[in-house]
């Protein structure tokens, strides 16, 4: 089993970067694929970025490539999202998620793939 944590979030404005952050602990963190998630209220949680557990291969939901980019540091059991050119219409509670079936090609977007979940961080752009 593997515990996720997520830190990072906040206010910033419209056009602004942050870059979230998701620390595991538990399992050897090479065990797993990562992926984030998002979730706005009164609206489904939606695919954002994931990173294979090689972190070879990544793959990111079509609104946001370009503007995100995931990245993973196995030293420190760490992966991370960073958001830049922020828009209001990003603002949500982001999820860090872990997935330790079969490998794959590309790791999956959908959210029922992934075994773990963090508590999440809100990330809240002002215009």
């Known amino acids: 089993q593997v515990q996720l944590v997520e830190s990072g979030g906040g206010l910033v404005q419209a056009g602004g970067s942050l870059r979230l952050s ?5 399992r050897a963190f090479s ?3 990562m992926g984030w998630f ?3 209220p009164g609206k489904e949680r939606d695919f954002v970025a994931a990173i294979s557990r090689s972190g070879r291969s990544t793959r990111y939901a079509d609104s ?3 503007r995100f980019t995931i990245s993973s ?5 760490t992966v991370y999202l960073q958001l830049n050119s922020l828009k209001v219409e990003d603002t949500a509670e982001y999820y860090c998620a872990a997935r330790r079936g079969p490998p794959m090609a590309l790791p999956p977007l959908q959210h029922y793939m992934y075994d773990y ?3 999440g961080t809100q990330v809240t752009v002002s215009s």
Not at 22 to 26: D, E, K
């Open 38 to 40: 998002r979730q706005a």
């Open 22 to 26: 998701c620390a595991a602990s538990g």
């Open 64 to 66: 946001m490539k370009g």
């Open 73 to 77: 540091d196995n030293t420190k059991n």
């Open 31 to 33: 065990d797993y694929d």
């Open 117 to 119: 979940w963090g508590q």
